[in-house]
């Protein structure tokens, strides 16, 4: 049987070796042709939500893990200005691997990353149900959002950018449908604009799969983290995964097109119903935007000591 040819080769007289099936898309790729094709697929994304230009200054938060490190190292490939941001919290045999790789790209790429240690600022992740009744998870959020955006603000940064992939999007898309989630699904899109003290987020990866952003990482030989972080077992995000990627795989193409189905045809119509009314005030001990006198990152630090 003749091996299959690389859709892109066949068309420009190249004969490189299949590396990559994308069945959603109908193409068969070799390593080069796979890796120009994720490229241009960033870069058309980027362009058609306006995420960000040339004149940006982006910081991506990088986890270590392979879509953040996969993001930050393509945006440099595609000439943006983006450095990183490396959030220690504290995870034994997770964060310092984590953090391992995040400086290395950060070397190999000639980017700054900065990095938080919230083991100092605050506590270990691990250690921190001493101190608040929230689960890990939701308080690891709650610290995160905060220095992504006090970091970003603080250093001119322009843009945040986060590693979300296609696999991500439609999952939660997924739960808020099933659940009729209307908040958040007219917050659910791959740019959110910067609104007074809060920068503007995006999603870059939003329509690359999972399997793709992996692909791309290691045809790079990016080292990244494999394990899981350990409290990521949220029964319910895992299950939707699941169940997608069951009918995915039943019918090659359905992720994508649920998910940008709904920018498409829903997301514009629940933005234009939308009325957003929160009143910010400023912490009265670090200044960072808050709904509360005091953010409710400072009332941990209070409760800590450490402030
Ligand atoms: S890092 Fe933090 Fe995630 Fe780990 S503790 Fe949960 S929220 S699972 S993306
Ligand atoms: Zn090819
Ligand atoms: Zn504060």
């Given at each position: ?172 898309l997924?739960?808020?449908v ?7 699904l ?71 097109t649920f998910y940008t189905g709904f920018l498409k045809n829903l997301a514009p119509l629940l933005h234009k ?35």
């Amino acid at each position: 049987m003749t091996p299959p040819k690389c859709t892109i080769c066949k068309t420009q007289n190249t004969a490189f070796p299949v590396q990559v099936l994308l069945p959603s898309y109908n193409l068969k790729l070799c390593q080069k042709h796979f890796l120009e094709w994720m490229e241009k697929r960033v870069y058309e994304t980027i362009e058609k939500y306006r995420m960000f230009t040339k004149n940006d200054k982006i910081l991506v938060a990088v986890s270590g893990g392979k879509d953040s490190l996969g993001l930050w190292f393509l945006l440099s490939q595609l000439g943006y200005e983006a450095n990183g941001l490396y959030i220690d919290l504290g995870i034994p045999n997770y964060s310092s691997e984590s953090k391992t790789y995040a400086c290395q790209l950060a070397a190999r790429i000639g980017r700054t990353l900065h990095i938080v240690d919230i083991t100092t600022e605050l506590a270990p992740i691990p250690e921190m149900k001493q101190w608040s009744k929230k689960p890990a998870c939701s308080l690891c959020g709650t610290i995160k959002r905060y220095y992504m955006n006090r970091i970003a603000r603080e250093n001119g940064y322009t843009v945040l950018a986060t590693g979300h992939n296609l696999d991500d999007e439609a999952a939660v898309l997924w739960n808020n449908v099933m659940h009729w989630n209307m908040d958040y699904l007219s917050r659910q899109y791959p740019v959110l604009p910067a609104e007074g003290p809060f920068l503007k987020k995006v999603k870059p990866l939003c329509r690359i799969s999972e399997k793709e952003s992996a692909l791309y990482t290691i045809f790079h030989k990016i080292p990244y983290i494999k394990p899981e972080c350990p409290y990521s077992t949220h029964a319910s995000s895992l299950e939707n995964k699941r169940i997608l990627q069951k009918l995915e795989e039943e019918k090659p193409g359905t992720k994508i097109t649920f998910y940008t189905g709904f920018l498409k045809n829903l997301a514009p119509l629940l933005h234009k119903n939308e009325k957003r009314d929160i009143s910010l005030a400023f912490c009265r001990i670090c200044g960072e935007p808050t709904t509360t006198e005091i953010c409710s990152i400072c009332q941990l630090k209070q409760k800590m000591g450490k402030i």
